[in-house]
């Protein structure tokens, strides 16, 4: 299918998306949820195809299990699609209605974004959470998948078309783009005249080039270089689980973190302790010149380090004299993702929250919990690091705009 033919089946669907009843729209997340697990024989043989394409080509054990589905993660986004239908239905809420001097009624409600598209990278899973949240909210949605994971999103995309059309429903309310040439992904950020916004999944690379060549309007998602600070104050062992957990539990994801930094006041005392706890999983720790003199098991970090998103068994690490130290570090070399203080001290853990620039700020808790579903959002369509639109985990709300509208008497101006 052509592109343009893409673009206006997309638009055509979106109309039809508009007037549908939050009933009809939840019994088609229902019917799709069932055609997942129905088909999960053929999503799985078609992931498997791309899991053995990318390990023969070298790719990197992260970027691998973010590729792989398996029963479990297809059970999670069945799951995840019923969990969106039990949510309320934000279109068609007005949010205000005033009454102007000259008897004009004028109000605010909420309406569909029209068609979203969405480039990502190698997350299959984002195929069926993207069409859930797009669904719901009344927009037709075009995908463009990384090559790395063509075959699954396929396989994917053309379930969810059946389960639509067993629902009796538009099967065009999902589109994928599946020629993988880069040229095209040029063209579909250029496609203005189908496309309402878009919005990049993936590493700092893919959201570069989007928001540098689109002329669609573009939702900033992604990068994460998260820092959990350790304060002087702070419970280790309380420090020790977190950073395990926002480290380790999933490397190669925007929520995991990739910076730690710590007073040098407890550092002495703390270090020993942290490295313990990271060689159980082999993390390299890229240190200062400090914390390399007190851990020879580190290694000396780099300027670039502060900066970089690992998504790998890397931290780097960096000693501070004061709160003020550690924000002013924080807030130069972070993505806007998320960021996490550990303290014991109230006074100190409201400054972190006030004065920290990012999209979540979290006391005494992992950065892990960046999440739609962890904020009680249902699936997420991404985590917005920039600051117009949508800020944080995007669920229904984010894929909404707004519209004036008017209630008149004969009044003319």
Known sequence: MELMEIGARAKCAAFYLNNLGVSAKNEGLRQVSQALLAHSDEILKANQLDVEHAKAGGMSPALVDRLLLNPQRIQAMADGLLEVAALEDPVGEVLSMK??????????????????????EARP????????????????????????AIESNKAIVRVIRAGLTAAGMEEDAILLIEDTDREVTRQFMRLNQYVDVLIPRGGAGLIRTVVENSTVPVIETGTGNCHIYVD?????????????????????????CESLVVHRQIADAFLPLLWERLREKQVEVRGD??????????????????????????????????????????????????????????????RFLNEIDAAAVYVNASTRFTDGNEFGFGAEIGISTQKLHARGPMGLEALTTTKYIIYGSGQVR
């Open 99 to 120: 009454k102007r001097p000259n008897g004009l009624m004028i109000g605010k409600k909420r309406v569909p974004l029209g068609v979203v598209g969405i480039i990502y």
């Open 125 to 148: 899973n984002v195929t069926a959470d993207a069409f859930g949240l797009c669904f719901k909210t009344g927009n037709a949605v075009i995908l463009k998948g990384g090559s790395d």
């Open 232 to 256: 002087e104050t702070a419970d280790f062992e309380m420090a020790l689980n977190i950073i395990m957990n926002a480290k380790t539990q999933r490397i190669g994801v925007c929520n995991a």
């Open 289 to 350: 010149d400090d914390a390399c003199r007190m851990v020879p098991e580190f290694v000396p970090a780099s300027e670039e380090d502060w900066g970089t998103e690992y998504l790998d068994y890397i931290l780097s690490l960096k000693l501070v004299d004061s709160l003020d130290e550690a924000i002013s570090h924080i807030n130069r070399y972070n993505t806007g993702h998320s960021e996490a203080i550990i303290t014991t001290n109230y006074e100190h853990a409201q």
